[in-house]
């Protein structure tokens, strides 16, 4: 009996037993036959679902109140179970509430020599913030830093060192040691972290949030890192790391040349190969269709040319066209080999050959990657935006 039928007959009948005690009333035979036929199975089933409010449970009340959460004990389960966003949540507001340091205050100043011989820096389009770890952070207008900044008897701290001599760079500033990098220093000292904003690295060392990347975290982070990277990795941090951020700042500036006509050439030439190739892929097909569709060549391939079938898709239903799919076929099938000849060209064209020349500074002539110093566990660099670095060579 459905739901349906069920409900009717509750509303005619009033409860379970009443439609038990008049089953013979019941006109729907198959209705009538589950009721005579199954008394036993129906009473248990209503038994199963009704609460039974006899039964003595000791309860302390007191113990279900609602109470603040334990922060402690909240913040190393998401730590065990990796929960970032909600770990990141569960911090900010522990640091809302236990936060008991005075907001620091902010004074704006042409006296360089208020940030005495080490202090820490963050730059703000044209100004920048310092402090010495104590007192009142500075604010300046660039240009009157820059003594300041290319001082050789000055100590200066910053998170991502080469951004920020990008910036200054470009102020035409120099930043000349001593100087540290607490960004480097965490990447050294945590290697497999992955990300070493500010913030994450709050997270991880002060169990805090710093989500505004306050100068003042700068400054706490390399008084934390500092010591710790003298115990063990001095020579690396000094000789090898830091001394590169510089000469990656360099390279970002000057940009890389690329042989644009070359390029254009090669466009003009893949292009060319993709038509041959759509071309003796539609004639092998029978008919023309969307090669870069997967849903037709999976039609094609294992419907109409009925060659050995994949798997299907579990989401979609649709016959699975990847890489390995083809590279299989292929050993024996001329037109999944020419797919994939079409998609190694159609790929390169539209992903480097006429994407590059469109990303080449208008001003320079060049195109201006980022090298990124902490972007792998190994020490290799990485590249982003675009990345330069995942240009296939061998084919």
């Avoid at 009538?32 to 209503?46: A, D, F, K």
């Avoid at 006899?54 to 730590?79: F, K």
């Avoid at 990141?88 to 620091?104: E, F, G, H, S």
Wanted: charged share 30%.
């Amino acid at each position: 009996i459905g739901e349906k039928g069920a409900k009717a007959l509750i509303e005619r009948f009033g409860s379970i037993e009443a439609c038990l005690e008049h089953a013979a009333d019941v006109t729907a035979k198959r209705q009538r036959e589950s009721l005579e036929n199954n008394r036993e199975q129906i009473m248990l089933s209503r038994e199963l679902v009704v609460l039974d409010t006899a039964v003595d449970v000791d309860i302390d009340w007191e113990q279900l109140r609602v109470r603040p959460p334990d922060r402690d004990a909240l913040v190393a389960l998401y730590r065990e179970l990796d929960f970032t966003t909600l770990l990141k949540a569960q911090l900010q507001a522990a640091t809302n509430v236990d936060q008991d340091r005075a907001p620091i205050e902010i004074v704006q100043t042409d006296e360089t020599d208020r940030l005495g011989d080490s202090f820490a820096f963050v730059l703000r389009e044209d100004r920048l913030l310092g402090w010495t770890g104590e007192g009142p952070m500075y604010e300046f207008e660039l240009e009157k830093v820059r003594g300041l900044l290319s001082d050789p008897t000055k100590h200066k701290v910053a998170h991502n060192l080469k951004a920020a001599m990008i910036q200054l760079n470009r102020h035409g500033i120099d930043l000349v040691p001593p100087y540290d990098d607490s960004m480097l220093m965490a990447f050294l000292l945590m290697p497999n972290r992955g990300k070493y904003t500010i913030d994450e690295l709050a997270n991880e060392l002060f169990g805090q949030s710093a989500s505004d990347g306050g100068l003042d975290w700068v400054w706490r982070l390399h008084q934390d890192l500092r010591p710790k990277i003298q115990h063990d990795l001095e020579d690396l941090y000094t000789r090898i790391e830091l001394p590169l951020a510089p000469v990656l700042a360099a390279m970002e500036e000057v940009g890389i040349l690329l042989d644009v006509p070359v390029l254009e050439s090669m466009s003009e030439t893949i292009g060319t190969e993709i038509e041959g190739l759509t071309a003796a892929i539609y004639e092998l097909a029978g008919e023309a269709f969307n090669i870069n569709s997967p849903k037709q060549l999976g039609v094609i391939l294992f419907e109409k040319l009925n060659l050995p079938p994949s798997k299907k898709l579990k989401k979609s239903g649709q016959y699975s066209t990847g890489v390995e799919v083809l590279e299989d076929l292929a050993e024996n099938y001329e037109l999944p080999r020419l797919i994939l000849e079409y998609r190694q060209r159609a790929k390169f064209k539209s992903t480097y050959v006429d994407v590059l020349p469109k990303l080449i500074d208008s001003e320079h002539g060049r195109l201006h990657t980022s090298l990124n110093q902490t972007g792998a566990a190994t020490g290799r660099l990485s590249s982003s935006d675009p990345n330069l670095q995942n240009i296939p060579v061998r084919t």
